[in-house]
């Protein structure tokens, strides 16, 4: 520690008991700790004070320190108070991954802790299994998701972790381009999401029969608001996929900027058990992204500042280890250079047109029956037309009537936001024909 930081952090601790104290919330600071980015002081508090009053000091304290902003945290050591590192040192992929060998299988370094411990997230341990990052423009979203990519491929052979990356912008995976674990070269366009969706739901229901799950794949999706919003069933698929495929070996690891409900349904919410959360706008949406009340999610730093919520653990903050995309890809060429031919993986066709119509059907009318539960009864009104799939006819029919009846004896019915939702524009009645 430099001598101007011990002076820094002696004035600081000064400071904090300065402002409580004037403010009749008397505390007293009996320790702390310095991380990278980040100093945290425990806050040994006066019996008469209750938390509510130091956390609504949160400007007074931010002012006083000098700082933008303060977060506060409660553990059994008392309350702690992190505020940013004046002197911050770079976590780095390559000054942590040296000292990681060997990983166990299926495990992506995050980044450091604030005690400077590696934070890894095992995809096989089912309080992981699917991770959701969400943050603001600037937050690292695309960074953290380069460094999961990379330290899957260094860690792991391509017969043990294959990748595949959706990328509606082309940019965040592109240091992946040339590596043995892609099980399809970067995908872009809706379309092709789709159909990789298709097939991977194929696999995952082979898988299940036949009970494998190697290799293990891991799909990257960057921008996931975008890619639900372009319809075609596509959440549906998604939604699938995070249900059932930990069991199949298949782990969805995505990002967007703000998992609202009007872009997410609840469902797929529910079933991320780890969610990396980095700054914020407001308390609200640091609600809606940790999925809990009053985690200072909006008082994140930004450029790579997270917290990691679930996975079993307690909320964690930690630094994202950052790689360029300039380094990850010497790194990974030496990879290709040194791997042995994998075999090939080859994912089941995805089903003709009708049938992907009409699980779109089925899928629709699951979420819709598990998400409007205060609906008017679809049993009152059973030749209501609903919008269920965009394809009439043929094979589809019959599924489409399963459908009905499904929704039928769940008492729901269907919504205009549902519609909207699955992009289901032909409506079908009773009798299966399109109206």
């Known amino acids: 520690m430099t001598r101007m930081l011990r002076q820094y952090l002696e004035h600081q601790a000064d400071e904090l008991e300065r402002v409580l104290l004037n403010h009749r919330a008397p505390a007293r600071v009996t320790g702390g700790t310095i ?4 100093i945290r002081f425990t806050l040994d508090l006066a019996p008469q004070v209750r938390m509510a009053a130091i956390t609504a000091l949160a400007d007074d304290l931010a002012l006083a320190l000098k700082v933008t902003s303060v977060r506060f945290e409660k553990t059994a050591q008392g309350l702690i108070i992190e505020i940013p590192n004046p002197e911050p040192r770079p976590v780095t992929f390559m000054g942590m991954w040296a000292d990681l060998q060997p990983l166990p299988a299926a495990t992506a370094l995050l980044g450091s802790t604030d005690d400077g411990a590696p934070l890894l997230a095992r995809l096989a341990s089912p309080d992981v299994a699917h991770v959701l990052i969400s943050g603001t423009t ?26 595949m990356c959706f990328d ?4 965040a995976f592109r240091a992946l381009t040339d590596t043995p674990h892609l099980l399809r070269q970067m995908i872009v366009e809706p379309v092709e999401v789709r159909e990789s969706l298709r097939s991977l739901t194929r696999l995952m229901e082979v898988r299940d029969r036949q009970g494998e799950h190697l290799p293990r794949i891991v799909v990257l999706v960057d921008e996931l608001a975008d890619l639900v919003m372009t319809g075609d069933g596509i959440e549906a698929l998604l939604t699938r996929l995070v249900q059932r495929g930990r069991e199949a070996g298949i782990h969805l690891v995505a990002a967007t900027q703000r998992p609202s409900a009007a872009v997410l349904s609840g469902l797929m919410r529910a079933n991320f058990p780890l969610r990396l959360v980095g700054k914020v706008v407001s308390a609200e949406d640091a609600r809606i992204a940790t999925g809990r009340g009053q985690s200072g999610a909006e008082s994140l ?15 964690l903050r930690f630094q994202v280890a950052f790689i360029s995309e300039q380094d990850a890809r010497i790194e ?5 250079a040194e791997a042995k031919i994998a075999p090939e993986l080859t994912l089941p066709e995805a089903p003709v047109e009708v049938e992907a119509a009409a699980q779109a059907a089925i899928d ?9 539960q205060n609906g008017a009864p679809f049993r ?9 799939c965009g394809y009439a006819g043929g094979a589809a029919t019959t599924r489409v009537e399963q459908a009905l009846d499904w ?5 729901e019915s269907a919504t205009t936001t549902t519609k909207k939702r699955f992009s289901l524009p032909t409506f079908f009645n009773k009798s299966g024909a399109a109206a």
């Open 35 to 38: 991380g990278p980015r980040l």
């Open 380 to 388: 009152s009104n059973r030749q209501r037309e609903i919008a269920l």
């Open 168 to 171: 509606p912008k082309g940019r």
């Open 332 to 336: 990974l060429d030496k990879v290709a």
């Open 407 to 411: 929704m039928t004896a769940h008492d």
């Open 301 to 315: 730093n930004g450029r790579g500042d997270f917290m990691a919520v679930g996975g079993g653990t307690a909320a």
């Open 138 to 163: 600037g937050s690292g979203k695309t960074v953290l998701l380069r460094t999961i990519a990379v330290s899957l491929a260094l860690g792991q052979a391509p017969t043990e972790v294959r990748l």
């Open 364 to 372: 629709a009318a699951k979420l819709l029956a598990l998400e409007q």
